[in-house]
Nanobody, 124 residues
Framework: QVQLVESGGGLVQAGGSLRLSCAAS????????MAWFRQAPGKEREFVTG????????YSANFVKGRFTISRDNAENTVYLQMNSLKPEDTAVYYC?????????????????WGQGTQVTVSS
């Protein structure tokens, strides 16, 4: 079992930045593939970005490339999402998720553990 707690969300103006954190506890964190998804009101959950357990392979949705960066610190059991050049359409609840088989792609059905989410609101 892995427990995930997101933090760092908030209200920011368009063009601004936020850094989300996801603190993990429970079973071995470093063997888990990790990812961020988001869900805006009235929309389906969508993949944002993922990272493998060693941190050397990442995947990102096209809409965040060049703006968002995922990273992880296995010693601190934490994964990060640095978000720059934020746009109003980035407004959503952002969820951290983990897969014990080191999957870090876009299929949400393959993730076993989810955090409660953190709200990100970008004003125009």
């Amino acid at each position: 079992q892995v427990q995930l707690v997101e933090s760092g969300g908030g209200l920011v103006q368009a063009g601004g930045s936020l850094r989300l954190s996801c603190a993990a506890s429970g079973r071995t964190f470093s063997r888990n593939g990790m990812a961020w998804f988001r869900q805006a009101p009235g929309k389906e959950r969508e993949f944002v970005t993922g990272i493998n357990w060693s941190g050397d392979v990442t995947y990102s949705a096209n809409f965040v490339k060049g703006r968002f960066t995922i990273s992880r610190d296995n010693a601190e059991n934490t994964v990060y999402l640095q978000m720059n050049s934020l746009k109003p359409e980035d407004t959503a609840v952002y969820y951290c998720t983990a897969n014990p088989m080191d999957y870090s792609g876009s299929d949400f059905r393959r993730y076993d553990y989810w955090g409660q989410g953190t709200q990100v609101t970008v004003s125009s």
